[in-house]
């Protein structure tokens, strides 16, 4: 997932770019207004998913940027910024943000807060396959494996593939976003509903019956300290 990280301090970016790449981020930092807007320009690159965009630039005021990337495009916006008063964050949010983070945050609650707003948007052309007619399900189609959404039904080569429900919850959310790594909290937060203590063992038992039944081990990849992603197949 690509980021677009607004900070004019270099300490502050260094930091949260390093925290941000561990956990699966390709980050872009843009030091001023100028400069992220021209991040954003189409460049025949993959988008950015998410903009975490800093208040206090040094070359314009960080709602002014806001509004003018809004009129650029309708990637995520998360406003992270030490300006605490409501008044701002309302502001923020009527100007199109999608998120307003206070300094100083947890780390895990800007991730969590990153994938939510991700989740939101639609996902830009990333190698899937993504069908819908009025009349039909809504499939993903990655190489091999169909994942027919409404039905909750599954193939491999035109093969149905027997899941359990979980298992299929599992499939779907990382399949909705191949390539994107989902923290492991986040998916027992999503698919069982409750909190990572205790969870974990069941999450990788999960894993490794997908793994099996779909006959495809390198499907799901294990992003070591973080959780797990989807690699595409090759066509």
Known sequence: MRLLLVEDDDHVAAALSA?????????????????????????????????????????????????????LTATPVIMVTARADTRSKIHGLNLGADDYVVKPYDTGELLARIHAVARRTPPADNGVEDTHDLDGPRALHLG?????????????????????????????????????????????????????????RTLEVHIASLRSKLGMPALIETVRGVGYKIVVPAA
């Open 19 to 71: 925290v941000l790449a561990r956990h699966g981020f390709d980050v872009t930092h843009a030091r001023s207004g100028e400069e992220a807007l021209r991040a954003l320009l189409p460049a025949g690159g993959a988008p950015f998913a998410v903009v975490l965009l800093d208040l206090g630039l040094p070359d314009q005021d960080g709602f002014e940027v806001c509004g003018r990337i809004r009129k």
């Open 144 to 200: 091999a494996l169909t994942v027919e959404l409404p039905n909750r039904e599954v193939s491999v080569s035109g093969t149905p593939v027997p899941l359990t429900r979980k298992e299929f919850d599992l499939l779907a959310l990382l399949a909705q976003r191949p390539g994107v790594v989902f923290r492991r909290e986040q998916i027992i937060s999503e698919v069982w509903r409750t909190s990572w203590e205790g969870t974990g």
